[in-house]
Every structure is written in C-alpha cells, then in structure tokens.
C-alpha cells in the first residue's frame, strides 16, 4: 500500500471526517486511516443534536459555523439533517429563570414558551411545568447514519480515499526526501501533513502529549427506549440538568440558584453529574441520557443503578413507562478546555474536541484548524492553554 497526499487524516469519526472535508475543499488531497471497519465510538454513541444556542465564546462560533456544513452535507451524502431546534424544559423558578436569562442574551435564538406552549410543542407531563424555552437553530442529525455516510461520499471524490481495517503503528519523517511516513498494519502512506484526530484515543500514540494535556476519559451511560405509549418528539428535549451542563446556561444566575437547591434535595444528580435529555430516532424509539464519569481509564463495570436514574427521569418527564431496547456506554475525551489542538510529531497535529461537543462543533474547527497550521509560526510550540481561533 502506497501513497502519497497531502493529508493524511488518522481517524474516520466526524473529527476526522470533518478535516477531510475541509481539506478537499481546500483543493488538498486526503487519505483517511481508520483502524476499525466502520465508526464505531463517539461519532454514533450520541445525540445526534447539534446543540449550537447553548454554546459560548469559540465553541459557540464553531458550531455557527458547522450549521451550514451540515445542512450541505446531508443533502449530499444523504442522511437526515432536521431543522428541528430544541426544546428545553423548565419545571422550577431557577430553570424558568436561567431561560429567562439567556433570552435576554440571545434574543431571536431563544423563543420563551408557556406551560401549554410546551405541551403543544413535546409530549411531556404537564404536572409541575414552569414554561419552557425553543431554541430554533439547533439541529438533529441522523448519528447512526452520518459518518459512513459521509466517509462513503468522500472516498467517491476525486482526491480523497477512506481506507478502514486499517490501524495506524506510527508516524515518522520519511527519510527518503521530506514529508511524513504514516506505518500502518497495512503498509505505509506518505504525505506532507498528518491530523491525529482519534478522540480520546489520543494517548495510544502520543502518551507524552496527552499527560501534558490532562487528556482523560468521559464515559455515558446512555439507553433506547420504546416508550409504552406511542409519541412523536420532533425537537431534541433538554430539562433542568442540562442547563448545569451546557455553558450559555450554566452561566446564568438561575442555573447557579438550581445547583444549590439540587445539592440539598437531588445530590444523585449532581453525583451522577445527569444531563438528562433525549432525541428521537427514525423508527420512534428514544435516545436517553446520560450520565458522566470521568478517568484516564475508565472502570469496565456498568452501574445498574445509574439506568435506573435515567429510567426514573424519563418515567417521570413523559409521563409513561418505557421498555429498554439497548444500552451502550459513550465515551468521548475530556480535558481542561474545550478543543485540543497540539503540534504531536514533525508536520503532524492532534485535534480533539474535548467537551462532548464534536458532532456539534467539528465543522467549525477543522476550518479553524487549517488555517492555523497555513501560518508560517506553526512549527513553534503553542502555549497549553492556546485555543483555535474563532472563526469570522
């Protein structure tokens, strides 16, 4: 096997994938390396929603920008993209406060709704309802779909090719006369710039890296549902937990109130640190998590009692029972702020998004990325706490 390009991307998740794409817009050819047959980790063990409103500074840019690459890319390679926003529900004074809040940051972007407003919009018990909120610029993405989508349109392109089943060994200079040799399990691929872009897996090549980094992993307990009672949830649903969790609403005054109070009267959230929300797939079932825990490497023992949790809440939002169809643990990379961007090796980069937001913000960061390493200084090592800038 031999080639040579002008990236080599290591890692076909949506990270991944989201570079290629840049990259063959950029006019530069790609070869992505894929250890495994198809995606498998974070990019469909999610969501699938792209929560743009509830983002801040660079995060928030990022995912803007990703909204339009997204709606492209569906159309294209065929999977669903919904404009479907979402709704976020408000069952306290402190929840229908933080709303409150924010909608006085981001005016348009946050449609404040009624009890029965709410109820007209999702499906949810109208007991104990303080309003709620619409945030219309969201997105839904069909997550089991959208990377092999995807990574298949990609390799049908001229320039680009998608190799899985193919673990990459190592990258080193390549001796013969400039560039970078990418061993593989399968052969060697040449090119003239690498993108680490593997997630949390960061550390199985650039261990030393991702010690200096913090690089740890976050794992989610995540569960399908088939509700007892047949519903139609259109928009992604958010509820009072992930208002602590998404930062344009963590910041407010009303989130800070609703920690206090939870930490008397709920502290299994908090100990379980819950951001209970669901989407909806295509056949009806739900998508319900989820919960955070967080370790360089994660005990392999599932905690029945964490399901439960989740099981409890959703009894509890919806109003009906629901049968558990699957249950799988997420996982993604976290470390201290919200992207990873760092020189790894000669003309290679480690990228990742370490928030849990890489189907929301991939988009946005790969164009961020590309044009910070066509800057002349980029051989220099960045300061830890450096970030991609945000985008126009």
Known sequence: ????????????????????????????????????????????RNFGHGCLTAQTGEALGYAARARGTWLRLGAAAGFGVAECGTVVIARSAEERAALEELAGLRGDDVVLLDPAQVTARVPVEAAGLHGGAFLPRDLRVEQRRAAGAIAAWLHARP??????GCPVLGVDPDATGGGIVVRTGRGDVRAHRVLVCVGHDVDRLFPALADDAGLRRCTLRMLQLRPHTPLTVGPALLTGTSMLRYPALAATTGAAALRAR????????????VNHMLTQLPGGDLVVGDTHAYDRTPEPWSDERLDDLLLAETR????????????WRGVYADAPGEFLVRPAAAATTAVSVTSGIGMTTAFGLAPAVFDRLDRPDTSARPDPSARPDRPA
């Open 316 to 327: 509890a939002l919806l109003g009906t029972g629901a049968d558990v169809v699957r249950r």
């Open 262 to 273: 939870w930490r008397a009267e709920r502290p299994e959230l908090l100990d379980a640190v």
């Open 159 to 164: 320039g680009a090719e998608v190799r899985f």
């Open 1 to 44: 096997m031999t080639r040579t390009s002008d990236v080599v991307i290591v890692g076909a998740g949506i990270v991944g994938l989201a570079h290629a794409v840049e990259a063959l817009d950029r006019g530069l050819s790609v070869t992505v390396l894929e250890r495994d047959e198809r995606a498998v980790g974070a990019s469909v």
